[in-house]
């Protein structure tokens, strides 16, 4: 019988481990899955993990799809990882981002076709503003009236959704477009594109956007006193309080700051690798990004890494259902395992087991 | 006359990694008698007490019960046996009346008719007036209790255990639970009574076991003993009382005016017109059973709760509507009842609490980044100047022992150099050296001029080192009265008394 002891403390080295311990547990659990479907386990996890990154004929292709799927991951995580520790849900980054992108896409569009230097940074102002403003709707429900940030940020990325297909569909079509729904393709406006800054590494203003958010996040949490003021809202909301932490005021702030970086992320989204407004824009960054925040333990470090490897499971995934036929359902259900382990190896980190004989009869 | 022994423990012994909780503890209790448990936190009677009661299983050693081999393996064998234990932390549920919460505790509860009669029945008996139909919610800590001890006499008990039990009661309560004590004492009972309030034991105990560090370092009758000597026989060291500070006082510091406020709490209490005033160099003790607005005022002057601009001043200023940093800049320092959890973060680090309340007054943060070179410096002076012993300041706040937490809690506020002073329960729950250590340290911090509000259920520490008295009653402040020259009956009148007494006098009539 195995039973549980709570730490005095929480346990550094389980801390820092679990997440590794999770991953190993997701390839025994997900490789005995992909011998049932009738696969060579071995092979699948090559697949899904090895290939993408080394394999002679892909990975020309696959690698810098790691960085171009990581960094809205990693961006959007990066914000709600900090109303997270402080009990603040923001569930909604999903509609922060479709938002973000419309607002930063129809300021470009706006200034098509002018040329200049200033277009791109004016987008990038228009998207954060945009992801923002949407955040801010749940945020003061919230603070206002008690209503449920986490019901109302969730519902509204389905409003966010109808949004994005009217402007598909609407305000911002392509009029050169021949009636097909879609905004004009930034690929075809340089000054309102976000390009590939260094040729086959998928590197774009959003990963240094991203490698930013990690690094800032970073000092905010260890050195900054609203970091600290997170943290103790999170752990022990009557310290707060006494510590002088007006809970209204963080949850504008954590939401503003989740709200922008959604945007942002939104923004360089569609004005580099998307292209453009398109009725499937909402690609559920939005929603990973949630998975890829806990995966990381909240810890922008761990994001980082997090987000690296969550991109790595999609682009190993996609590679996996092409190379051996594996059904999409399958991927999905390993990428469940991860996120699954990951909770159930946590427990470690506050609990020590203990491994307790069958009693014996006195 | 020697009476027949109830229970006996041979050579108890139980450890915990790191620690011997209780080491070759050996002790009698005979039937009838009350029988005193004595000793500092951490000294063992918890772990001893919860061996008794079948919480934890020990490492070596027996027990006998009544002559038979005793060895519980749960609470609800050792209680088959006729054990039962009042625990200083009532289990009940606010939201359910007397008779509902007493059944929650019973491996077979009968019928809820039958049960009131029963409880009815037991509380004529014993002189403890409830009524089995009210909300838990709506009684005082003292008849809470009372659920507690009922629900334990309704298994007929050979021996009970009660771990603290007046901490939370008045004067008058007090002296109601000591007749009912007595009274199960005379038809045999025995009592296991957990204290370290030493008069108490003095009047109502017939012996008494001292423990040191997990051992039996005693045993006496401690009517025999002054409580100065029991005291020095627990910590092991001479003891000094505080010197009290005789330096006049100045010009008023904290003035509170006709503050009423609602509790933020569903079950709390509002303050109802509260109006005080504290000099500089003055300590005011405010008097009060647990529950009757002493969270609400301590978070109405920290800050945690607003108010009218004018019905908190600090030196004169207005400071009802500002926050908890805006009146640390003002001089007041506040220091909550809970330890872990309010008046500290219990996974942070003594570092990163000392910078919770001490950052505004210790200029601990510039252009909003944290001094963590400072910070810890701050931590590591708290640790020194008021004898925290920790293994680092780098340890979890829920690492610490509570005595030791609340030393740092209490240093971390009076080593800020604050005008005004709150504390809440400054010694709840903290041994009696470190009691010690923490009252002499509130009354320098008057001496040295701030203004002091403690805000506490024990009376003797009240007396000790209070200037001036006023009580606590639903919300509402009696005027302060000075404390030389008061007596405990004075005092337990100005609490409002007994809850319930008028019922038991209509009993006794």
């Known amino acids: 019988m195995i039973t549980l002891e709570r730490r005095p ?276 960054y939005g929603f990973t990004a949630i998975i890829v925040a806990f995966l990381g333990r909240l810890n922008p470090i761990g994001i980082l890494l997090a987000g690296l490897l969550m991109a790595l499971t999609y682009i190993g995934g996609e590679l996996a259902q092409f190379m051996l036929g594996l059904p999409s359902a399958a991927i999905q259900a390993f990428q469940g395992m991860l996120l699954f382990f990951l909770l159930a190896v946590d427990l470690l980190s506050n609990y020590r087991p203990r491994f307790v004989g069958p009693r014996r009869p006195a | 006359m020697t009476r027949p022994a109830l229970l006996t423990a041979e050579g108890l012994t139980k450890a915990y990694p790191g620690v011997v909780a209780n080491s070759d503890v050996s002790f009698a209790i005979a039937e009838g008698e009350v029988h005193a448990l004595l000793g500092e936190n951490g000294a063992g009677k918890s772990t001893l007490v919860k061996m008794i009661y079948g919480l934890v299983k020990p490492d070596a050693g027996a027990m006998t019960l009544r002559g038979a081999p005793f060895a519980p393996s749960k609470p609800s064998a050792a209680r088959a046996r006729g054990v039962a234990m009042v625990f200083q932390h009532f289990s009940l549920f606010e939201a359910l009346n007397v008779a509902e919460n007493v059944a929650l505790g019973m491996e077979k509860p009968p019928r809820m008719g039958e049960l009131a009669g029963r409880i009815r029945t037991v509380s004529r008996d014993y002189g403890l007036p409830l009524d089995p139909d009210r909300l838990v919610g709506d009684l005082s800590a003292g008849e809470r209790q009372r659920v507690e001890i009922i629900r334990c006499l309704l298994q007929d008990p050979k021996l009970l255990i009660m ?131 002493q969270d609400e005022l301590l978070l109405a002057l920290s800050g945690e709760l607003r108010s009218a601009r004018d019905a908190v001043r600090i030196d004169g200023a207005g400071m009802g509507d500002r926050g908890p940093n805006a009146r640390r800049r003002a001089g007041l320092v506040a220091a909550p009842e809970e330890r872990l959890g309010h008046a500290a973060a219990p996974d942070m680090s003594l570092t990163e609490n000392a910078l919770l309340s001490g950052a505004v007054r210790q200029a601990l943060v510039r252009r909003g980044f944290i001094d963590w070179r400072a910070t810890r410096a701050f931590a590591e002076g708290i640790v020194r100047d008021y004898d925290v012993r920790t293994p680092g300041v780098g340890v979890a706040a829920r690492a610490l022992s509570g005595g030791n937490l609340q030393k740092f809690v209490v240093g971390r506020e009076l080593s800020q150099d604050p005008g005004v002073v709150v504390v809440n329960q400054p010694t709840w729950g903290v041994d009696a050296s470190a009691a010690a250590a923490i009252r002499q340290a509130l009354i320098d911090r008057a001496a040295a001029g701030a203004a002091v509000v403690v805000i506490s259920q024990d009376l003797d520490e009240l007396i000790e080192i209070a200037d001036r008295f006023a009580a606590l009653n639903g919300g509402r402040l009696s005027a302060s009265r000075p404390t030389r020259g008061l007596s405990v009956d004075e005092i337990g009148l100005m609490m409002g008394g007994a809850h319930g007494m008028e019922a038991a006098h209509l009993d006794h009539a």
């Open chain 2, 163 to 293: 771990d603290e039990p007046t901490s939370v009661l008045t004067p008058q309560e007090v002296d109601i639970l000591f007749q009912t004590l007595r009274q199960l004492a005379r038809k045999g009972t025995a009592i296991l009574y957990i204290s370290h309030k030493l008069e108490e034991i003095r009047s109502l105990c017939d012996t008494a076991t001292i423990l040191r560090r997990g051992k039996v370092v005693a045993s006496c009758t401690p009517r025999q003993k002054s409580a100065r000597e029991l005291a020095e026989l627990m910590v092991g060291k001479v003891l000094n009382a505080p010197a009290r500070s005789e330096a006049p006082k100045g010009a008023v510091a904290l003035e509170v005016a006709n503050l009423s406020l609602r509790s933020p709490g569903a079950f709390g209490t509002a303050l109802k017109g509260v109006s005080l005033a504290v000099r500089k160099g003055e300590i005011l003790g405010i008097a009060g059973v647990a529950g009757n607005g």
């Open chain 1, 9 to 284: 403390g929480p346990s550094r080295f389980w801390t820092a481990v679990t997440p590794l311990l999770a991953v190993v547990l997701t390839m025994v659990a997900g490789g005995a899955m992909f011998a049932i479907l009738g696969k060579d386990p071995v092979v699948a996890i090559r697949t899904i993990f090895w290939d993408p990154l080394f394999h002679p004929d892909f990975a020309a292709y696959s690698r810098p799809q790691l960085l171009v799927k990581a960094a809205p991951l990693i961006l959007i995580a990066i914000g709600l990882s900090l109303g997270f520790r402080a009990g603040i849900w923001n569930i909604g980054a999903e509609g922060q981002y479709i938002l973000g992108a419309i607002c930063g896409a129809a300021v470009g569009l706006g200034f098509y076709p002018t040329e200049a230097w200033y277009v791109f940074p004016l987008m990038v102002l228009a998207g954060g503003l945009g992801g923002w403003l949407w955040a801010m709707i749940p945020a003061l429900l919230r603070t206002r009236f008690n209503s449920s940030e986490i019901l109302v940020s969730l519902l509204l990325v389905y409003v966010a959704q109808s949004i994005l297909s009217s402007m598909a569909l609407g305000a911002l079509r392509n009029p050169e477009g021949g009636g097909f729904p879609g905004s004009r393709n930034f690929a075809s406006y340089p000054s309102g594109a976000n390009p590939e800054l260094v040729a086959g590494t998928g590197l774009h203003w959003g990963v240094a956007a991203a490698c930013i958010a990690v690094i800032a996040a970073f000092v905010l949490l260890q050195r900054h006193i609203l970091g600290f003021q997170i943290r103790l809202a999170g752990e022990a909301p009557k310290a707060a309080r006494f510590a002088g932490v007006a809970p209204d005021r963080l949850v504008v702030l954590c939401f503003g700051i989740s709200g922008t970086l959604a945007g942002l992320a939104g923004l360089f989204e569609v004005a580099g690798p998307a292209g453009q407004i398109s009725i499937d824009f909402g690609s559920g």
